[in-house]
């Protein structure tokens, strides 16, 4: 009997429940990007999210999955601020493992969708969600979630739509606050600069806490 092979797609969501922190990398400066990329990789983190905001960026989506071992992730390295079709169509392009957009863009899911990727699409509102939710999100990114209420909005806007895809949070929090999200009903967690610190080995501890805390 054949043993069946995991799809890119089933691999990266192997990862979200094993590890699920999405190491964001944002900066202006591409060689800055690039260094937090890298450290965010050596720390031993799972998912890492280029922006599209990054100079560069595809490019250095593609320096990080030839830079890995010839056998493929983890660790997974996608792109984010993936906001219409060009964009998509430049991750695919890039080689990018999953992609991440900011709104909801019926034709960027199918774009993703026929190349095997796994998608977490951002959504806000209730509305927003569920339209993500039937676009074929595989995680639904509720975004941006501290100016609206935090832990409390994710909660109450969970209530009715519990039953649609998987939520992470996103939109810019600390580490300590992951467990608020995480009681609130969120399964992944979006963070970039608060895993970073002034070391190796401060950036290394600070993840090592902030997936102790993710994983509960």
Same mark, same amino acid.
């Given at each position: 009997?054949?043993?069946?092979?995991?799809?890119?797609?089933?691999?990266?969501?192997?990862?979200?429940?094993?590890?699920?922190?999405?190491?964001?990398?944002?900066?202006?400066?591409?060689?800055?990007?690039?260094?937090?990329?890298? *450290?965010?990789?050596?720390?031993?983190?799972?998912?890492?999210?280029?922006?599209?905001?990054?100079?560069?960026?595809?490019?250095?989506?593609?320096?990080l999955?030839?830079?890995?071992?010839?056998?493929?992730?983890?660790?997974? &390295?996608?792109?984010?601020?993936?906001? %219409?079709?060009?964009?998509?169509?430049?991750?695919?392009?890039?080689?990018?493992?999953?992609?991440?957009? +900011?709104?909801?863009?019926?034709?960027?899911?199918?774009?993703?969708?026929?190349a095997?990727?796994?998608?977490?699409?951002?959504?806000?509102?209730?509305?927003?969600?569920?339209?993500?939710?039937?676009?074929?999100?595989?995680?639904?990114?509720?975004? +941006?979630?501290? /100016?609206?209420? %935090? /832990?409390?909005?994710?909660?109450?806007?969970?209530?009715p739509?519990?039953?649609?895809?998987?939520?992470?949070?996103?939109?810019?929090?600390? &580490?300590?606050?992951? +467990?608020?999200?995480?009681?609130?009903?969120?399964?992944?967690?979006? &963070? %970039?600069?608060?895993?970073?610190?002034?070391?190796?080995?401060?950036?290394?501890?600070? &993840?090592?806490? *902030?997936?102790?805390l993710?994983?509960?």
């Open positions: 009997m054949s043993i069946a092979v995991e799809t890119l797609r089933e691999q990266v969501a192997s990862s979200v429940a094993r590890s699920p922190i999405f190491a964001v990398v944002r900066h202006r400066d591409r060689a800055e990007a690039a260094r937090q990329a890298r *450290a965010f990789v050596a720390a031993g983190l799972e998912l890492v999210e280029v922006t599209f905001t990054v100079p560069g960026a595809v490019d250095l989506v593609r320096e999955t030839a830079e890995r071992s010839a056998g493929g992730g983890p660790p997974w &390295i996608g792109m984010g601020t993936v906001t %219409g079709a060009e964009r998509a169509r430049a991750a695919v392009e890039a080689g990018a493992e999953f992609v991440v957009t +900011p709104n909801v863009d019926a034709e960027v899911a199918a774009i993703v969708r026929r095997g990727l796994y998608l977490v699409m951002g959504a806000l509102t209730p509305t927003e969600l569920v339209a993500a939710d039937r676009a074929g999100a595989d995680l639904l990114k509720v975004y +941006p979630l501290p /100016p609206v209420g %935090g /832990p409390r909005y994710l909660e109450v806007v969970r209530q739509l519990g039953d649609l895809a998987p939520m992470l949070a996103g939109g810019g929090f600390d &580490i300590e606050e992951i +467990p608020a999200y995480r009681a609130a009903g969120a399964v992944a967690f979006g &963070i %970039g600069a608060p895993l970073l610190g002034a070391t190796p080995a401060q950036t290394a501890a600070r &993840i090592t806490r *902030a997936l102790e993710a994983r509960g």
